[in-house]
């Protein structure tokens, strides 16, 4: 009898062992090891980073978007989007507004427009608030929300543009009406977008495509390979850029050409994750390595922190803004430290 346990117990371990470890999963899939960049003297810890300002956001501090005189960040968890002033580093409003904001924030047309998930579960509530910049409340719920948790809105000069529906649908709509006024098909598995030079750009999460729609024509006017699995994106120094989560490189895009410029690795593989171009290159943030830098002009990674801390990122007035979701607080760095 104890023979017979001695070898089902060895049987058992001999199988575990043979099982590969879980990967954890997060938000936008699973959570994988991030090797970074082995390049040497180009990592450096959090720890070395001092804030500008350190702002208590108790919650999820997530997605945001940078205006004239602030800084915006939404709250899922609290249905809120908060207001920081620019000047002061302090939140002089929180605007409640819907079921779980829960995807990219962008701002035009005097608003900012965020991207409601809806009930968990149900999806109840789920579509794009418009909040008036000027009296910091919501004017229009309108009926079509993200077709991903990890998309994103753009504006382009006349319109509101927001993927809507995983099979492939890209929406426009008009920010005089607050109605749509075109449905354009993209493919499937399609979630964030860009507007730059007179197009829409869209991350094709599923085909390693990224897709560029003629914003007056409302057609599809080229598919261009990227990477395995693109989502975030950033327009910046007469390019497109994407983050591909599928190897963690980056993929720069001529935005008139259409050519691809170059492929950057990064090491941040995984879900999660955000980018923002400004002060002379991209910045990109995943958990593991909170901030990397990739410089414009070598599309090389010249600095990248490891860490606690971030998975949203923008650059503004002069400074780099990190939420740091799992702290629960919002980061102001001075670029010129970085």
């Known amino acids: 009898m104890f023979r017979n346990l001695f070898l089902f117990s060895l049987m058992g371990a001999l199988m575990f062992a043979q099982d590969p470890p879980a990967k954890k999963k997060g938000p936008g899939g699973p959570r994988v090891p991030k090797p970074g960049v082995s390049t040497p003297g180009v990592k450096r810890g959090m720890d070395t980073i001092k804030p500008v300002a350190e702002i208590s956001v108790p919650g999820v501090p997530d997605w945001q978007v940078v205006t004239a005189d602030a800084l915006w960040v939404s709250n899922g968890p609290k249905n809120t989007v908060h207001r920081i002033d620019a000047k002061t580093n302090q939140v002089v409003a929180v605007v409640e507004v819907g079921p779980r904001p829960c995807s990219g924030l962008t701002a035009g047309f005097g608003s900012v427009w965020v991207p409601l998930c809806g009930a968990r579960g149900t999806g109840e509530g789920k579509g794009l608030a418009?909040?008036?910049?000027?009296?910091?409340?919501?004017?229009?719920?309108?009926?079509?929300?993200?077709?991903?948790?990890?998309?994103?809105?753009?504006?382009?000069?006349?319109?509101?543009?927001?993927?809507?529906?995983?099979?492939?649908?890209?929406?426009?709509?008009?920010p005089k009406t607050n109605k749509v006024k075109a449905e354009i098909t993209v493919p499937a598995g399609s979630v964030a977008v860009e507007y730059s030079e007179g197009a829409v750009w869209v991350t094709a999460n599923k085909s390693g495509k990224l897709i560029k729609v003629d914003a007056k024509k409302?057609?599809?006017?080229?598919?261009?390979?990227?990477?395995?699995?693109?989502?975030?994106?950033?327009?910046?120094?007469?390019?497109?850029?994407?983050?591909?989560?599928?190897?963690?490189?980056?993929?720069?895009?001529?935005?008139?050409?259409?050519?691809?410029l170059a492929r950057i690795e990064a090491g941040i593989p995984g879900g999660g994750g955000e980018v923002s171009f400004?002060?002379?290159?991209?910045?990109?943030?995943?958990?593991?390595?909170?901030?990397?830098?990739?410089?414009?002009?070598?599309?090389?990674?010249?600095?990248?922190?490891?860490?606690?801390?971030?998975?949203?990122?923008?650059?503004?007035?002069?400074?780099?803004?990190?939420?740091?979701?799992?702290?629960?607080?919002?980061?102001?760095?001075?670029?010129?430290?970085?």
């Open 130 to 174: 418009r909040v008036d910049m000027k009296t910091n409340k919501v004017i229009a719920t309108i009926p079509v929300g993200p077709a991903d948790s990890e998309g994103g809105v753009t504006v382009s000069k006349d319109s509101v543009w927001i993927v809507s529906d995983a099979k492939g649908v890209l929406t426009r709509i008009d």
């Open 218 to 260: 409302n057609k599809v006017l080229k598919e261009i390979e990227v990477g395995p699995q693109p989502r975030f994106l950033t327009a910046g120094g007469g390019s497109v850029w994407t983050v591909n989560q599928g190897d963690g490189t980056v993929t720069r895009v001529d935005a008139k050409t259409d050519a691809v």
């Open 278 to 338: 400004g002060g002379g290159g991209l910045w990109v943030t995943v958990f593991e390595i909170p901030i990397t830098f990739i410089d414009a002009k070598t599309n090389t990674v010249t600095k990248q922190w490891t860490g606690p801390g971030g998975d949203a990122i923008r650059h503004g007035h002069m400074s780099i803004w990190l939420s740091n979701l799992r702290q629960q607080t919002l980061w102001r760095i001075d670029q010129g430290q970085l």
